[in-house]
């Protein structure tokens, strides 16, 4: 199952206020495991970058002055997404800036009920604890050690990985296989409590038993060991 692991920055909150996208960052997962394959583009937003948003990413306005538009990259961006689910964190949020850059340029809008939002999971798995990207990766313990500034592709890594945890984590298998092992094991072990190890017993005939022995042979008609003896 491929699906696209995606981040965006922007300006600002509201595209309907004229903020736009600058970065988008984009990671291939197939069955929840990164293939390496990755979208990463820094955009001209045709805008001031204001010191507050700056102040979130680093981004600033003179940095992006020689980017390309979103017009310029938005065909290898939907190519390289192709009909994939998307998986974003607070997906409306980025859905709305997409659809609307999308909506400029005259291509077909995402449909937000489509993608898997990693935040609407985490809420609904851990009730009233903090559910952003940096609790989440403390939570499983990820390394988000480089994150000083919010970034579209270094974020989407870290919810890569985040995502895998939320469906069940990459040793959720293998720990299975080890918990059946245990039993097993143990299983073993209590059978050879149970059931411990005895030296065979050699057992003597009474000449009574010998006699009754030999008086049942005197009974058989042809007995099969007789017909092997003349075989040979």
């Known amino acids: 199952m491929r699906e696209i692991v995606l981040d965006t920055e922007t300006t600002g909150f509201d595209p309907d206020s004229g903020d736009r996208i600058i970065e988008i960052g984009c990671l291939e997962v197939e069955n929840y495991i990164p293939t390496g394959k990755t979208y990463w583009q820094y955009i001209n937003p045709e805008r001031d970058v204001p010191a507050e948003a700056q102040a979130v990413h680093g981004i600033t306005t003179e940095f992006l002055q020689d980017k390309p538009t979103f017009g310029e990259i938005v065909g290898d961006f939907l190519a390289f997404v192709g009909d994939s689910r998307l998986v974003i964190h607070n997906a409306e949020f980025d859905i709305k800036f997409l659809n609307a850059e999308l909506k400029r340029f005259g291509f077909p809008s995402f449909a937000l009920r489509e993608a898997v939002d990693t935040l609407a999971i985490a809420r609904q798995k851990y009730p009233g604890s903090p559910a952003n990207l940096d609790a989440l990766c403390r939570r499983f313990n990820i390394d988000n050690s480089n994150r000083e500034f919010h970034g579209a592709l270094l974020d989407s890594e870290l919810l890569a ?3 895998l945890e939320l469906m069940g984590g990459r040793q959720h298998g293998l720990a299975l296989a080890k918990d059946e092992s245990k039993k097993a094991s143990s299983s073993t072990e209590v059978q050879s409590k149970e059931k411990p190890f005895r030296e ?10 010998k006699k009754a022995h030999d008086a049942l042979l005197e009974k058989i008609d042809a007995p099969l060991w007789d017909k092997y003896k003349k075989a040979k």
């Open 161 to 163: 990985e985040v995502y």
């Open 200 to 209: 065979p017993r050699i057992y003597t005939l009474s000449d009574a038993e």
